[in-house]
Each structure stands twice: as C-alpha cells, then as structure tokens.
C-alpha cells in the first residue's frame, strides 16, 4: 500500500505513514498562518482513533485522535488543529484510503506495529538512533529501547 498520501488542493498537506508514525507535512501561506508550519510526528500507538468528516459545503477533514484528547467540532476548529488536515471533495478517497490504513495500523498489535521480520539489533538500534536525531525520541526514549534491545 501506498505510504505517501499528498492533499494538494485545500490544506497543501503530504502526510507519510511509516515506521510507527505518521508525519504531517504542510506547505503553504495559509497553513503557516493557522498551524505555525512546520512537520508534525505522531506515534501510531499514541493514537486512539482518526475522525473523518466528508466534504460538503465545506471542506473536510481528518483529526488524529488521543486518548483525552477533544474531538474537533467543526472545520473552522480544524483549520487550527495541529493533528487535523483538510482536504477538498475531490480528495475524498485518499482521505478514506488514509483513515483506512491508520486505522489498520491503530488494530494492530504493538509488538506487530513494529515488527521487522530479519532485523538485527544493531538495525534495530541505527533505526533508533535516526529517529533519536530526527527529534521524533527523546533521549530517554532512545535510552529506554536501546535497552529493551540489547537485554534480548
């Protein structure tokens, strides 16, 4: 499946499911003006479940959902919700396709979630270090799971 979901018309938003996370990437004027710009990394298993709301005579949009987390109650809360995105009516289908597939990922097991079937720990632990120096862990993070890693 593709990974790569790219929303061109409304919120010029890329979003990339992989590795455990989903990373939101906005570009324009307008995003930078209601979302302050820049990428946003949220961990999947953080994440307990994604709303959809289908375009009418608004755009629509996806909010990624936390546990305690508040529901975004309409698009004007959604335009400055960092863990929302906007799409037009022509890009209902890769919203769906998007919600899909995180929301398979969401049903997966942890363990499975992350799972690489012939990595070693030394893979494993290179992974980590990238994600350590991409600023997606925290030291401790980082710390926690070199751990885990090294202690099987």
């Known amino acids: 499946m593709n990974n790569v979901f790219d929303f061109k018309?409304?919120?010029k938003t890329q979003v990339t499911v992989e590795n455990g996370?989903?990373?939101i990437v906005r570009r324009g004027l307008m995003n930078r003006f209601n979302n302050g710009g820049g990428?946003?990394?949220i961990r999947i298993s953080s994440l307990s479940g994604i709303q959809i709301k289908k375009?009418?005579?608004t755009q629509g949009y996806i909010q990624f959902v936390f546990s305690g987390s508040k529901d975004t109650t309409g698009v004007m809360d959604a335009v400055r919700d960092e863990n929302s995105i906007m799409f037009a009516k022509k890009e209902y289908d890769l919203a769906?396709?998007?919600r899909d597939h995180v929301?398979?990922?969401?049903?997966q097991p942890l363990q499975t979630q992350n799972e690489t079937s012939s990595n070693s720990a030394a893979d494993?632990?290179?992974k980590l270090k990238q994600l350590l120096d991409a600023g997606v862990l925290s030291q401790e993070e980082f710390e926690t799971?070199?751990?885990k890693l090294l202690s099987n």
């Open 145 to 147: 799971q070199k751990v």
């Open 9 to 11: 018309t409304v919120g």
């Open 21 to 23: 996370f989903v990373k």
């Open 55 to 57: 375009p009418g005579l």
């Open 103 to 107: 929301e398979e990922l969401i049903n």
């Open 39 to 41: 990428d946003k990394n």
């Open 96 to 98: 769906l396709k998007l």
């Open 124 to 126: 494993e632990l290179l």
